[in-house]
């Protein structure tokens, strides 16, 4: 049997590639970094979710050895037979701590976060009422609940209410929104999506994930950014990103929901701890976001920089102020061909960054994704810009 679907996904994936769609892995060969080595050379990176460029801090690496050294490898258990230890008591309290929260679940990834939160909450009289453009992870775990599903159009706060006004007889109500939308950076409407979960008496949560650890005053996230930190009852959210780049995710938020999720979510129940070494780095993590704030204002300098200069140079690159800046293609007819091509000849320059197109975002919306990082000083910033300035003249893209 195996012969005629191997024929077929030989074929399916020639035909990805002969669209420009097919997804590259390029291999790292040494840490993650502004700079990082691939291929034999050092180029720099822009495509990275190092936002506070930790992922390779002398400090957290240290941190994780010494919970290594101290607490082993791994723990050979789910949490609830013998895979609690200390750390992960600790590490769920300086979460809840600096979200705001009331208590926070650990997770392997934000992905599991999102995989199981809906199902053991809400039942076929509730209804999920979600944002189009939410993340994959907030997708497949509404999927798994057997609540009702609306779908309002992305940041239309119109089409949200009437989807609320259509699950008016549900039993609970839970509006979810990525607070960043990863592919085009831009914010969730928390305070307006705030005020008609008030008015329909919904609940509301949030995926923060690529926003916890650098936004809002103090980098808690777009709650805080948009001062309604009383008024989300759930957060999902990633250790894998600006929280020293590893892996882990929470669920954060009002006490009762947590222990519920302990007793009844399956991505919990049923998976192995947290390893401790990753609990002892995003410890340290935490602890230098509260006496150093100055990664937060280069992060928002760096990326205030990168995205004027790109349209300076003719780039069609939204206005905004998240380090997630996409470059967009959308006035050429092969966008997504010319995502890649510029992503390749970037590469040829010394410049690390990945082309997006179909399925990841919208046919005929092909971009590259660049990400700031507070560890790209000036001059990566002028290598970046010159170096798209080059290649994109030579292929047309400007």
Known sequence: MYGRLGEVLRGELDEVRAQGLY??????????????????????????????????????????????DRW???LSSVRFICGTTELHKQL??????????EDTILYAACFDANGGVFEPLLD?????????LNHASIIDGVRLAKAQRHIYEHADMASLAERLQAAKEARFRLIVTDGVFSMDGDFARLPEICDLAERHEALVMVDESHATGFTGP???????????MDKVD????????????????ATSGRREIIEWLRQKSRPYLFSNSLPMMVCGAS???LRILREDPEPLRRLDRNQRRLRAGLRERGFDVDAGDHPIVPVHFRRHDQDAIMAQSMSRDLLAEGIYCIGFSFPVVPRGQARIRLQASA???DAHLDRCLEAFAKVGRRLGAV
């Open 23 to 68: 997804k590259d892995e390029r291999v790292l060969q040494g840490p993650q970094g502004a700079a990082i080595t691939v291929g034999g050379r050092e180029v720099l990176n822009f495509c990275a979710n190092n936002y506070l460029g930790l992922a390779s801090d002398p400090r957290v690496v240290e941190a994780a050895k010494r919970t290594l």
């Open 72 to 74: 082993g490898y791994g």
């Open 92 to 101: 769920e309290s300086e979460l809840s701590a600096f979200l705001g929260t």
């Open 124 to 132: 076929q009289d509730c209804a999920i009422i979600t944002d189009k």
């Open 218 to 228: 103090s980098g808690r996230g777009t709650h805080e950014k948009f001062g309604v």
């Open 234 to 249: 759930i957060i999902t959210t990633t250790l894998g990103k600006a929280l020293g780049g590893a892996l882990g995710g």
């Open 283 to 285: 410890l340290e993590v």
């Open 375 to 377: 560890a790209h000083t």
